[in-house]
């Protein structure tokens, strides 16, 4: 029997990484998604048959408790709080880890056996990590949320105090290992490693949150894989690995797309800030704002359009009236295209699921490399709701909060129009000269109002 178990969690285990292989591109997320969870029901099925002292009655309850919340969440949450539920789940995945590892040493000690060093350094490797995500989880969601300044704290000597802390956790990690039966060193190793993510995750200003977010998803697939070697389950021990590599694979994008350092991030060392222009000095009087129909009669007469959409098109859900527009302008002849950047929006792959949600063709978008080749052939370029990621001064003053990031070069389109609701900055903070250059035109508005408004200019003219 229990063979026959392995050989399906090991079925399971292949079906998880076909799925993430199918997720690697847009035309077969949806079979990967299929395939991981035809495999994660089978891990749950054979997990469930492979138990004999197992009460179906709390797992029928647990079930309907956490699907309940875990709907009702699906469907509340905008698209725009993503990262932070994705935090809490980290957090949960965390605490989870934690509690397991526990149990299984105080199942140990109740029964009076010694449990081998491979388990108890698997349950002090749980409650380590485990901790540490659970806490640092819960900062990160405080400071996406606003309910904790999203700003990074820093105080001297908190390296020190961190490294301390480190050493202290490892101390009592080799505490539990050597004494297991001795219950309070793994709540101590606990509480220490609550007390480090905590601190781990406070030096990190809100900007950089979505990167840490991708870390601590890591994290908790590593607790996940250390808690997999406690309860011997080969499957928790491959899920956990493969969340693992791939969160710090996603880290390792993020922060190559923000041109950041994983140390800098977590140290809270920001990009070089202040010194840079004011808003006054970049914009004062150069600004020339524009009107929907003024735009929609550039539209008309441009063979060429590229559409840049950032954070601004999520929150104002201009999807629909964006894929309408393009419509409606193909079918006039115009070639229209997509330039989207890795990181516009707040999380990876945020304008790929909005665009597809609005059934925009897969086809028809262009990443950064591909949009910047023959920008310079495009006649206007739509910035709708984007800002950072098209912010020309990433290119020339190495002294601001986002020098060196890789944009998206529309001022060297013919035109560029800007879409959005004032002269306020993005993420970064920082003032964009792109709104005061001679080709740019500011459209001031909601983004889905402003699209909706160009649409019904074009078809009355
Ligand atoms: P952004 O720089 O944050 O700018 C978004 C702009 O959207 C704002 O300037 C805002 O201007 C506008 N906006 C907000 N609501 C709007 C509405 N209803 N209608 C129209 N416009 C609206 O966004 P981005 O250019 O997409 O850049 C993303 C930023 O997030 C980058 O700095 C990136 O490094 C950071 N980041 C992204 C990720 C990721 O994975 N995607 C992860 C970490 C960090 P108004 O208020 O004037 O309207």
Known sequence: MSS???????????????GLKGLTHPRTAVRGNLLGATGMLLAVVLTLTNQQIISYEMIILGLIIGGAIGAALAIKIEMTSMPELVAVFNGFGGIASVLVAGAALLENTLNGEIPMMQLTIAIAASGLIGAVTFCGSLVAFGKLKGLIGDGAVLFSGQQVINAFLAAA?????CWVVIDPANGM?????????SVLGVLLVIPVGGADMPVVVALLNSYSGLAAAATGFVLSNNVLIITG????????????????AMNRSLTNVLFGVLAPVGGGPSADEVYGGKVKSTSAEEVAMLLETARRVSIIPGYGMAVSQAQHPVANLAAILESRGTTVEYGVHPVAGRMPGHMNVLLAEADVPYEALRDMDETNQDIDQVDVALVIGANDVVNPIARTDPNSAIAGMPIIDVDKAKTVVIIKRSLSPGFAGIPNPL???????????????????????????
Request: aromatic letters at 8%; proline letters at 0%; a neutral charge.
């Open 435 to 461: 709104f005061a250059l001679d080709n740019s035109l500011m459209l001031f508005g909601d983004g889905k109002k402003a699209v909706l408004d160009m649409i019904a200019a074009l078809k009355d003219s």
């Open 169 to 173: 956790a490892l101390a009592l990690s």
């Open 4 to 18: 026959l178990i392995n050989i399906g969690y090991l079925v399971a285990s292949v079906l998880f990484i076909l």
């Open 185 to 193: 060193a793994y709540w101590l190793l606990v509480g220490v490693a």
């Open 241 to 256: 690995s493969l969340v693992g590599a791939s969160g710090i694979i996603l880290t390792q994008i993020m922060c190559k």
